[in-house]
T-cell receptor
Framework: AQSVTQPDIHITVSEGASLELRCNYS??????LFWYVQSPGQGLQLLLK??????LVQGIKGFEAEFKRSQSSFNLRKPSVHWSDAAEYFC???????????FGKGTRLHILP | EAQVTQNPRYLITVTGKKLTVTCSQN?????MSWYRQDPGLGLRQIYY???????DKGDVPEGYKVSRKEKRNFPLILESPSPNQTSLYFC????????????FGAGSRLTVL
């Protein structure tokens, strides 16, 4: 069955430190891959997406993600976090054969001053 | 501004009292979908629509109805709400596919007493 796993429910980092949020998926074909961010009281906003081509993709707010087919992973990174990055982050997989998106359960990011 | 608009944003109701959450998009998107977000469960799809007059069940459709009479509108109907439908609801739309980039509304927080 198709699934998306975000192993970390909560992550805490200090402001200015680097960040990596993990995402693994299970799907029999090459999926579309997404990261969304949900700030408190807000809807989900697209950070970045991967459809094909270069496996390192750049997004908004200084985020990037790398698709690793061999590991079925699509980890999100940022070199230096800001207090405004505190939010919940969702990895999502677009199932090209099922024409739907499935979401991970989310990782809540906390920033220490 | 391209957007998905949901109303109401907040609602408290009682068991059994029918309610409708409206969703409207101004991007001429063909695909629209409803999700509910619950702590620890992430986003789960309730219903989706590929186009006008075409709707289908998602993963958690029980207790909900939808309609798609116009391309821009996709209301979510709770005929007889129960406390287990207390949740945060999101409407989303996509240009032409359920596997592609989704634009989300700001969310509707529903409490059923």
């Amino acid at each position: 069955a198709q699934s998306v796993t975000q192993p970390d429910i909560h992550i805490t980092v200090s402001e200015g430190a680097s960040l990596e949020l993990r995402c693994n998926y299970s799907y029999g074909a090459t999926p579309y891959l997404f990261w969304y961010v949900q700030s408190p009281g807000q809807g989900l906003q697209l950070l970045l997406k991967y459809f094909s081509g270069d496996t390192l993709v750049q997004g908004i707010k200084g985020f990037e993600a790398e698709f690793k087919r061999s590991q079925s992973s699509f980890n999100l990174r940022k070199p230096s976090v800001h207090w405004s990055d505190a939010a919940e982050y969702f990895c999502a997989v677009g199932l090209t054969r099922g024409d739907k998106i499935i979401f991970g359960k989310g990782t809540r990011l906390h920033i220490l001053p | 501004e391209a957007q998905v608009t949901q109303n109401p944003r907040y609602l408290i109701t009682v068991t059994g009292k029918k309610l409708t959450v409206t969703c409207s998009q101004n991007m001429n998107h063909e695909y629209m979908s409803w999700y509910r977000q619950d702590p620890g469960l992430g986003l789960r799809q309730i219903y989706y629509s590929m186009n006008v007059e075409v709707t289908d069940k998602g993963d958690v459709p029980e207790g909900y109805k939808v309609s798609r009479k116009e391309k821009r509108n996709f209301p979510l109907i709770l005929e007889s709400p129960s406390p287990n439908q207390t949740s945060l609801y999101f409407c989303a739309s996509s240009l032409n596919s359920g596997a592609n980039v989704l634009t989300f509304g700001a969310g509707s927080r529903l409490t059923v007493l």
